[in-house]
Structure formats: structure tokens, C-alpha cells
Antibody, heavy 120, light 109 residues
Framework: EVQLLESGGGLVQSGESLRLSCAAS????????MSWVRQAPGKGLEWVSS????????YDADSVRGRFTISRDNSKNMLFLQMNNLRADDTAVYYC?????????????WGHGTTVTVSS | EIVLTQSPGTLSLSPGERATLSCRAS???????LAWYQQKPGQAPRLLIY???TRATGIPDRFSGSGSGTDFTLTISRLEPEDFAVYYC??????????FGPGTRVDIK
């Protein structure tokens, strides 16, 4: 079964850091663009970051650029999101998502999400 | 930057009725790179439609997508009880890479 399992969420203070992890199973994640999408409480979906198949090319939303870093370990089928200098408006459920292909494409597999709460 | 607008914000319908959801882009969505997702309370979103009109794996044929340029539509031909949810459109054609619309909630009337 194709599955994504996020971990690493929690409660932190404003200005602190957190590292999210996502374990992929049932497919070879290195063949796909992988991304993080977040959803603030009661709000809509917001794309956060994406990483190309080789890991050498990354893309970030303006709201997180310079603070968040996406990375991947293809040997372990893992995706990561290093979040630094967290702010209250980063509070959200963070979803690990798989793109349909090795380029920009729709997100066909979603994890269940991990909750990040930033207190000010 | 492409901004997506969805209408209506909320759609109140009865099971068996037809639902028509609109997604409008502020600029042309190239190559029809537009997708639709369904999200139920407490669950992750699920891909319904990609490339404007292609149903994702396992999606029933009562869901259909259409449109081009800046105007796109998701149609649910006959609402089933499990279809009452929030629906988001998403473009993946240009900067910023991925943009979601604000969502349309389909409620039971």
C-alpha cells in the first residue's frame, strides 16, 4: 500500500526550530517530486515547499523562504522539512505529499498530517 | 502570481442533485495544469481530478472536470451522501509553483 507517514510535529515557542520527517512506503519516492502542504486551523490549503527528484532543486513559498528547508534522503525513502525561526502563523497541520510525476504535477498521495503549534 | 478564486463559498444541495463548482484564475493556467481535491473533516485532502479533466485512480465517474484558460469547473452529477465535503482547486502551471483556491463547501440542504 502506498503510504506517507509524517512525524516530528509538536508545540514550540516562537523563534524555535522543528524538523518534520515523512516516511514513504509502497513506492520509490526518489522517482517523484515531493512536497509539503500545510493547513492552518479552520483555513484552506497552502503549499509550503517542493523538492525535485534528485534533491538538488527546491522550491519554497514566499511565506517560508529563508526559514524552512526541504530535503530528502532517497536511500531511505524519507522527506524532511527543517523549520527555523518559527512564528505563530506557522501553526498548522503539515502534510507530506507525493507528486504524480517527476516534474510539477498534482498531488496524488497525502499523509495524514502532523500538527505544529507555535506559541507566542 | 496566479490567484485562484472559487465560487460559491458554500453550496447547499440535497443528495441526488447536481453540483457545479467554479474555479477562476487571475491569469491563464498553462497546459490546463489544474487539479481538484476533496477534503472531509479530520481527513487529508484527496485528489479527484488532474490536468483539468482526468479523474484520479478510483474516483467515480460522477465527478468530472472541465475548462481552460482561466475558468474551470468541477461537476458532481448526482450527489451521494459521502460527497458532502470541501473542494479545493489547485494550479501547478506557474509561479508560485502550486496555488490553491480558498475552497467551496458542499453542505447537505
Amino acid at each position: 500500500e502506498v503510504q506517507l507517514l509524517e512525524s516530528g510535529g509538536g508545540l514550540v515557542q516562537s523563534g524555535e526550530s522543528l524538523r518534520l520527517s515523512c516516511a514513504a512506503s509502497g513506492f520509490t519516492s526518489m522517482n517523484y517530486v515531493m512536497s509539503w502542504v500545510r493547513q492552518a486551523p479552520g483555513k484552506g490549503l497552502e503549499w509550503v515547499s517542493s523538492i525535485h527528484i534528485g534533491g538538488g532543486i527546491t522550491y519554497d513559498a514566499d511565506s517560508v523562504r529563508g526559514r524552512f528547508t526541504i530535503s530528502r534522503d532517497n536511500s531511505k525513502n524519507m522527506l524532511f522539512l527543517q523549520m527555523n525561526n518559527l512564528r505563530a502563523d506557522d501553526t498548522a497541520v503539515y502534510y507530506c505529499v507525493k507528486g504524480r510525476s517527476d516534474w510539477l504535477d498534482a498531488f496524488d498521495i497525502w499523509g495524514h498530517g502532523t500538527t505544529v503549534t507555535v506559541s507566542s | 502570481e496566479i490567484v485562484l478564486t472559487q465560487s460559491p463559498g458554500t453550496l447547499s444541495l440535497s443528495p441526488g442533485e447536481r453540483a457545479t463548482l467554479s474555479c477562476r484564475a487571475s491569469q491563464t493556467v498553462f497546459s490546463s495544469y489544474l487539479a481538484w481535491y476533496q477534503q472531509k473533516p479530520g481527513q487529508a485532502p484527496r485528489l479527484l481530478i488532474y490536468s483539468t479533466s482526468t479523474r484520479a485512480t478510483g474516483i467515480p465517474d460522477r465527478f468530472s472536470g472541465s475548462g481552460s484558460g482561466t475558468d474551470f469547473t468541477l461537476t458532481i452529477s448526482r450527489l451521494e451522501p459521502e460527497d458532502f465535503a470541501v473542494y479545493y482547486c489547485q494550479q501547478y502551471s506557474s509561479s508560485p509553483l502550486f496555488t490553491f483556491g480558498p475552497g467551496t463547501r458542499v453542505d447537505i440542504k
